[in-house]
């Protein structure tokens, strides 16, 4: 059985949203970063029926969304940093990693069983909408399957799952196109455990110094960071400068004239986050033998666009 349409939001949509998740049921829902599959984090049932929609590993813990800041202090133990980090970035692509509240209702199984929790505020008004009536914080990975590309328009969602997501909320293309950072505050250093939509730039305003970077295949503390992850279906290629026979070329900055697509010909990393998934989707369905990419530059969004491309370039595992 296939996903149903997606749907605008409306004041009925999103009502019947409520209902669906407050019965333990499955919502794909818009955030600014990529679409969400969201169901309800305080219920086993539902966290479980998202990962068995996704095909996702068991340990790998989900991100729990809230629509108000001061939600946040029922479910994690806030700190100073966290409060800072909060006033500057939420809502928005800041994902903070925290020690659980004493009497959390977060599912466990939401936290694959870590005495930590992540959690974030998108900045998207039906993201927001929908958590608010829904009267309870949402769980939702990105609403891919596992290992697969994101999805950052409502039809990639359709694409990819099936009828075990109820419904799908449109909100039109996402705006920062890459997933939130996420910054794991349970110890005493703060820790970049994926490079996202906040920049380590800005995060290193608030903090007063870069956060420490997540040790390179020390997949333990964030174990959704498998090697291989954002992969379409055929093979990736990096720093490449012009396509070999058969491939499409992805370009950013001033187009060479054998560019299938262009990330960004005015070479604007936002932009070339927000494009990222959608082209790697749409190249993978061209009928090319491989993907090759030019180089990304190391700054601001590039930080997070090149862990994606590196993620989708990375050894498979085998079936
Ligand atoms: O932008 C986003 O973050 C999107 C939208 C839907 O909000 N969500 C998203 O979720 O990307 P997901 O499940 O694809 O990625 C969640 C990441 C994983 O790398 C996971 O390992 C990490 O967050 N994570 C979640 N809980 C954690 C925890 N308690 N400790 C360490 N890492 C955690
Ligand atoms: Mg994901």
Known sequence: MTAPHPVPATPQTLAEAGRILAAGGLVAFPTETVYGLGGDATADRAVAAIFAAKGRPRFNPLIVHLAEVAEAE???????RARA?????WPGPLTL???????????????????TI?????????????IKIAGRPLAAPSANTSG????????????CLDERVAMILDGGPCRVGVESTVLDLSGPTPVLLRPGGITAEALAAVLGGPPALAAAGAPLKAPGMLESHYAPSVPVRLGACSPRPGEALLAFGPAPADATLNLSPAGDVEEAAANLFAMLRSLDHG???AIAVMPI??????????DRLRRAAAPRPAP
């Open 297 to 306: 530059p190391e700054h601001g969004l590039g930080l997070a666009i090149n």
């Open 97 to 115: 990693v925290l020690p659980r509240a004493p009497h959390s209702p977060v599912s466990l199984l939401a936290s694959a069983g870590l005495d």
């Open 118 to 130: 992540a959690v974030r505020i998108p900045d998207h008004g039906v993201a927001r909408a929908l």
């Open 287 to 289: 009928g090319f033998t």
């Open 148 to 159: 697969r590309v994101s999805p950052t328009r409502a039809e990639h969602v359709a694409a």
């Open 74 to 80: 029922a479910i994690v133990v806030m700190e100073a």
């Open 85 to 89: 980090l909060a006033a500057r970035f």
